[in-house]
């Protein structure tokens, strides 16, 4: 029958179904520490509560810690090999050991120290299956998440680092009402064997004097399995509470080969962070606080027992992953809430700012006295002002251009020059039109005006003759026509016409003259167009 029956059952955080030989002991986790615990019996009235506490508390996931004679242990040694081997070689040891149990573990314990170097193996099962099938049938069908299925004698190994000193051969010793008296032999804090003893119902407190008589039944079993030597002390800790603790004082005597470790399970307890008290002589609730604490990582059940666990893990993934990402979209809104109200403030001062310093412009453009010219015609002058500082220049750069071309021809002699700038390359002096050079037969050569590389240009016009002059009026055309050639080829020039020449040599000029007469002068004049300031460079 239900040692507790209650109509509603608290919703937790954790449990431990601690299975005992006819019996299931429920321990609730709750804010750090074990709350309420339920003890249902393995009859049909027992099971009927028991399934009605699952259907009534069916999400908090489930620990059942296995505390019962039908497990056992085997000591094995394999070849020392890697993953997937490894994996191979377990699995067919597992077949091999227990065949008919699919509940079974192992335990890598290190290597030999001699010949091949074996790995040491130890492997555990539960050979009993219909001790855990009416607790477990229940739990898929209230879709309740079994997180796995622990032993006693494994968890018992973690228990070894709250015991007061860490000796080379280890026996512990526990009490427990579900199950009775485990016995664990350790050797170098790693279990070899174990064994449960069944407590005889003498009264409400179990008597003393028969632990001990088991104790000494299992240290006569490891003599005999040579697990311990002869001249080497094994360390009991038995662990127990109140009237039981002090008659275990009392009948225990220390010897060369046996040393008792007496451990109040509410000091141990106390030492492993329970913040509830334990009065009680038996350690499941001790058992229970380190399993939901810290559990091994070995257990029995198998992957087709925890469906309903892993999409609990899942859940509760995507339950922290969605709540951080509110929170990181909660921050991030802040922050962009904080830096729109600086931006706000600081558009606002600007505002200010720009107003203060409107009012003081609107105020002193009160106080300047009327000019009889508007503002916007006074600005035109300035640009103007401007534009013509952008674009003074002086003829040295025409002069430059003009005696570079004269350093190659010594008997041209120049006498007269004409300067102007413009933004029109085809400026001409005198009442000649833009556009036209006229030629001495009074015909007209165009000068090129479109895609100017330049902003502005320097315009000359350049007179002279040649000297000395014999006369000879086709050497006197050759040279001044080499004469602009060389002009055109400086890089500065953007354009060079020859305007007069000593002969007019238009198809309708009349050529005459008189013999004997003096042999003239070869004058001509040259324009000259040079580009400044190229922007296409």
Known sequence: MISLLRSRFDFLGGRVFFLGSGKLTVFHWHKGGLSNSYVFDATNEGLFHYSRYLQEVPDVPVCILVDVVEEEFRRETMPHVYLADRRTLISRKKSRLFRDSPYVCALMQGRESEGRRDDRVLFTALMNQEILRPWLEPLPEHKVPLAGIYSVPILSELLLKWLPSSSTYSLVVSLQRTSGLRQSFFLNQQLKISRLATMKRAGEVPDASYILEEVEKIHKYLNSLRLTL??????????????????????????ALIRYHLMDVNEVGRRMGMKRALSSTFCEPLFAHLLLKSPPKHNYATSTQTPYYQLHRVRNGMLVGSLLLILGSALWSGFTLMEGIGFRQRSIAAEQKANFYEARYQIARERLKETPVPPTEIRVAVDLVDTIDQYKTSPVDMMTV??????????????????????????????????????RSGATTPTPATNIPYRFFQIALVAGYLEPFDGNYRAALATINEYAETLRSMKSVYHVDVVTLPLDTSSDARLQGTAGVDKGEAKFSIRIVVGMGNEAG
């Open 402 to 439: 003009i005696s570079k071309g004269l350093t190659g021809f010594p008997s041209i002699q120049v006498d007269k020059l004409q300067w102007a700038t413009s933004t029109d390359p085809n400026y001409e002096f005198g009442n000649v039109r833009p556009g036209e050079v006229p030629n």
């Open 230 to 255: 002869p001249d080497e002390a094994l360390d009991i800790y038995l662990l127990s509470h109140g009237r039981l603790l002090s008659d275990l004082r009392m009948q225990c005597s220390n010897s």
